[in-house]
């Protein structure tokens, strides 16, 4: 579904994003990156639908290669692969079913966009993608009435009108509180399970990951040096992950 081969980003000032990573990733996993800040999460995570160009390397979804793509087929590739960031990136005094619908843009010419000509079948996929967040009930409501967790939600299903093959997140639940986490991850967790979508996420949380997902990949300055089970990523090798900053990210999952 999707490979990294050898892939390598240093940025202009010298700093190393990620360095020589070769990874295959299967159609409908769970992905959670785990890792101290700087580890190179977000940086290989944007590399997939290149917000980050990389240095060095090739990225592949679905055997198409992301980082030789012209623009005009990056635009394409990223119309397959939803996006959620921890701000939500909605629009405030927007309507519900206003901010989820633009996750039709990729796939409509811009002038139509730009004139807001969706279609019944757009307006079709924002009512499915709300019901799959349990949001139904808030299609009419201005995005900045909701809860950060709601919000979340939408943003979700933002990404999920465009019948992504992927979804990437990038610490999606990183404000919000540890109700909210749940119900997020949830939905994000059935709704790949459902549609069979590939979920590859960033989190903080070390619990999170062991909870929801399938396979934790652990970074650490830039490289994997964890590729494994929930269940194998034990204490001893989360250490390794983090050093000596295991003990005190431990406490903080454990409050």
């Known amino acids: 579904m999707i490979t990294f081969q050898n892939v390598s980003k240093t940025y202009p000032n010298g700093v190393v994003g990620v360095r020589d990573v070769s990874l295959t990733i299967n159609r409908g ?5 785990i890792g ?16 980050t160009e990389t240095t060095e390397g090739v990225v592949l979804v679905d055997g198409e290669s992301v980082t030789g793509a012209s623009s005009r087929d990056v635009r394409r590739i990223r119309g ?20 989820v619908i633009v996750g039709r843009l990729a796939h409509m010419p811009a002038w139509k966009g730009s004139l807001g000509l969706f279609s019944k079948a757009d307006y079709a996929l924002v009512d499915d993608a709300l019901s799959r967040v349990g949001l139904s009930d808030k299609l009419f409501s201005r995005a900045d009435q909701l809860s950060g967790g709601q919000q979340q939600r939408v943003a979700i299903a933002r990404a999920l009108v465009q019948q992504p093959s992927v979804l990437l997140a990038d610490e999606p639940v990183a404000s919000l509180d540890p109700v909210s986490t749940d119900r997020v991850l949830a939905d994000v967790r059935a709704i790949s399970q459902q549609l ?12 999170l990951a062991r909870k929801w997902a399938t396979r934790v990949i ?6 994997v040096v964890f590729d494994g089970l929930p269940e194998e990523a034990t204490d001893a090798r989360l250490a390794e992950i983090y050093g000596d900053e295991y003990a005190a990210l431990k406490s903080e999952d454990a409050s």
């Not at 996993?29 to 990156?33: D, H, S, T």
């Open 36 to 51: 101290l800040s700087g580890a190179g999460k977000s940086t290989l995570l944007r590399t997939i639908n290149r917000l």
């Open 196 to 207: 069979g979508i590939t979920v590859i996420t960033s989190l903080h949380s070390v619990a």
């Open 80 to 99: 397959t692969i939803g996006m959620i960031f921890q701000s939500f990136n909605l629009v405030g005094v927007s309507t519900v079913q206003r901010n």
């Open 218 to 223: 652990g970074m650490r300055d830039g490289g």
């Open 29 to 33: 996993e769970f992905i959670v990156l």
